[in-house]
């Protein structure tokens, strides 16, 4: 018997949306998207009841075995920031791409083709539409940049919502520019303003700054109530449990998996 909480699905708006999206013709393989393993829409909430937005770049190995963006290690590190925020549930998350990425320099130059842009416009329109959301967070380049663009649409010009920027919750990639103190001390930045600006958190909490590297309470497990039904806590609880094995072409087509 199944006990815990799990998502029933998107309603209104976002269940249209769910059912009517780009395909593959317009995210095109050849053009750096991981398109054979399906489109992956959000997680939270995509009910109207979410009071904060959070953008992100594109799903992963994790997100599509899990049918949910933002599950694997960069998710957890997003689920400590929005959970510092005090949300514990009333949040939505959406990708700048409907699609995963294998070529950056191939996909990116695509973020705002017309029917691209279109469909992730309606989705932040739906966020929007309610009146509910008081604050956006952009985690990444991509992400910012979808949300400029919409922005300078006419119903993106209405938004009131405070806005602010973040670096990429896996910013600081070993050998990178970014260190993890980097990406932390972006991040720090970004919890204080944002936290100023909410007014309906779903807990009361004083805002705790992150320290030089993650703490284990600071890379919570996702909660069962943002998967469907029946995935497993070790899905929730462990980063790298899936990763892409090569394949002849181009399209990376074969995911593995590995039970801790």
Known sequence: MITDPFDTGPTGAFRTLCRNY?????????DGFRSLWGPIFYRGRANGSARLLV????PAQTEAVTRRILSGQAGRRVQGFVEKLG???????????????FNQNMALPHLNDPDIQAYRDQWLEAALAPGRI?????FGTPAFNAWTAFRATPAGQGVT?????????????????ISRKDLLDNWNVALQALHAKIQHPDVTKPLVPYGNDFTAAELPEIPSRDLPMGLQPWMRSTDFWASMSP???T????ISIEVP
């Open 87 to 101: 949300y514990s549930k009333s949040y939505l998350m959406i990708n700048a791409f409907l699609y995963g990425i």
């Open 55 to 58: 953008i992100g770049q594109d």
């Open 251 to 254: 399209e990376r087509a074969n």
């Open 247 to 249: 394949t002849p072409g």
């Open 134 to 138: 008081e604050a956006v967070v952009t």
């Open 161 to 177: 919502a405070f806005h602010h920027r973040a670096l990429h919750p896996t910013a600081d990639k070993p050998g990178g520019p």
């Open 22 to 30: 780009p395909d593959d013709t317009v995210f095109r393989g050849a």
